[in-house]
């Protein structure tokens, strides 16, 4: 018990001093983002005033893969460390990242009717974007399946690590197939082949997201967190037999 | 001036799919804050209520 809420508790005060960095990045450079994309950047001469979904596609894109990354990374460490943090922020990414790839495919599916004339395509691109999608929801439906939310956490951490071997296929498939989608062009070896006026408000635009994604996180570990206590609390008290009141019992999940 | 405006949503005739892209990324963005903050407001209002009523488990 000590254990399971000692580390919690130095996370809980480190929590707490980051998060108004976060609500300020994510206010910040989302405003400037969001005017240069939508004000100070110029049309494409190609895709003309189209291309500004760029600006909230992209990094949304960014961010479903980082998002996978980083629950597969406290996966892993919940598996081999029994760590009980980790679980608890994997599960807490886990409906973000899969907010963050909806965005991702809505606005391509947006994007792709005016560039390439339809909504979508099974290229190898949106195809493993879209098992991205069905990944993230496998896991909250795993976590959820199970009545011992330790053998949940478990099997949700397992199909995490299992499926992150779609990120390889996710990055560069672009690369390995022909896609109608295109090649990246910011994170590429010899740079982005981006001019700046496009690449400050795409990048602006991923630090607000980021730290957005940052900011939901902590407050969803800190939910977590605060359910667990609840949790054990609920089960000190019915060992104490003072009776647990049923509205208390029924918010402890 | 109003034309300007008008211009500015047309969007060069992509209007159509620019906003609602903006739109959806801001309905999903403010949904996930929406459910995060409820979630905690809930779990935390249950707990203080819950230590305020066994006297234990302060933090």
């Known amino acids: 018990m000590v254990n399971i809420l000692a580390n919690p508790a130095r996370f809980l005060r480190l929590a707490g001093a980051v998060l108004p960095w976060c609500w300020a990045v994510a206010a910040v450079s989302g405003g400037i983002g969001l005017w240069l994309a939508l004000f100070v950047s110029p049309a494409d001469y190609q895709q003309g005033d189209s291309v500004r979904i760029m600006y909230i596609h992209v990094p949304a894109a960014w961010m479903a893969l980082g998002a996978y990354m980083l629950v597969a990374a406290f996966s892993a460490v919940a598996l081999v460390w029994k760590h009980p943090l980790a679980h608890i922020v994997a599960a807490s990414a886990v409906p973000l990242g899969a907010g963050f790839t909806a965005i991702c495919l809505v606005t391509g599916m947006l994007w792709g009717k005016t560039s390439w004339g339809t909504w979508w395509v099974w290229d190898a691109r949106l195809t493993s974007v879209l098992v991205l999608f069905f990944l993230y929801l496998g896991l909250i439906a795993l976590r959820s399946a199970f009545d011992d939310s330790e053998r949940g956490n478990r099997a949700a951490a397992l199909l995490a690590l299992v499926g992150f071997v779609n990120i390889p296929i996710i990055k560069f498939s672009v690369d390995w197939w022909a896609t109608l989608h295109q090649p990246a062009s910011v994170l590429r070896v010899g740079g982005p082949a981006i001019h700046p006026s496009m690449l400050w408000p795409l990048l602006a635009m991923a630090a607000a997201f980021m730290a957005y994604f940052a900011a939901l996180l902590l407050l969803s570990v800190r939910a977590e967190i605060a359910g667990r206590k609840l949790q054990a609390l609920l089960i000190a008290a019915g060992r104490d037999e003072q009776g647990t009141p049923a509205e208390l019992r029924g918010q402890a999940r | ?59």
Do not use: D, N
């Open chain 2, 1 to 59: 001036m109003t034309a300007a405006i008008g211009e500015f949503f047309r969007m060069g005739g992509y209007g159509i799919y620019v906003w609602p892209a903006f739109a959806f990324a801001a309905l999903v963005l403010a949904g996930m804050g929406w459910r995060v903050t409820a979630r905690l407001q809930a779990s935390e209002s249950a707990l203080g209520r819950m230590q305020g009523r066994t006297g234990k488990g302060h933090s």
